[in-house]
């Protein structure tokens, strides 16, 4: 049984800092490409970033270039995502991702899913 568990997630003021993580277990890590996405209440889930197998590659959406890093641990079969300079429109639920595909990810799809964190950047 594919689990992922995301943790990290809280309360920070504009212009600050968070580090999600996100701890897989039940498959094979370093064969599945890992993402987050968020989802802010009434709208869609969107991807936010995405890493390759070996952690080599990463893309990640226009809103978050520059400010948000991911990274992967294959060893602890744990994906991370360094948010930096935190917007008040970052506020959302942020979800783990493991996938097999590349292309599917950045569109938006993913196999495994894990429960969400939520993030809230507010004054």
């Known amino acids: 049984q594919v689990q992922l568990v995301e943790s990290g997630g809280g309360l920070v003021q504009p212009g600050g800092s968070l580090r999600l993580s996100c701890a897989a277990s039940?498959?094979?890590?370093?064969?599945?490409?890992m993402g987050w996405f968020r989802q802010a209440p009434g709208k869609e889930r969107d991807v936010v970033a995405v890493?390759?197998?070996?952690?080599?590659?990463?893309h990640y959406s226009d809103s978050v270039k520059g400010r948000f890093t991911i990274s992967r641990d294959n060893a602890k079969n744990t994906v991370y995502l360094q948010m930096n300079s935190l917007k008040p429109e970052d506020t959302a639920v942020y979800y783990c991702?493991?996938?097999?595909?590349?292309?599917?990810?950045?569109?938006?799809?993913?196999?495994?899913w894990g429960q969400g964190t939520q993030v809230t950047v507010s004054s």
């Open positions: 039940g498959l094979t890590f370093g064969n599945h490409v």
């Open positions: 890493i390759s197998w070996s952690g080599d590659n990463a």
């Open positions: 991702a493991a996938g097999n595909r590349w292309a599917n990810m950045i569109g938006g799809s993913s196999d495994y």
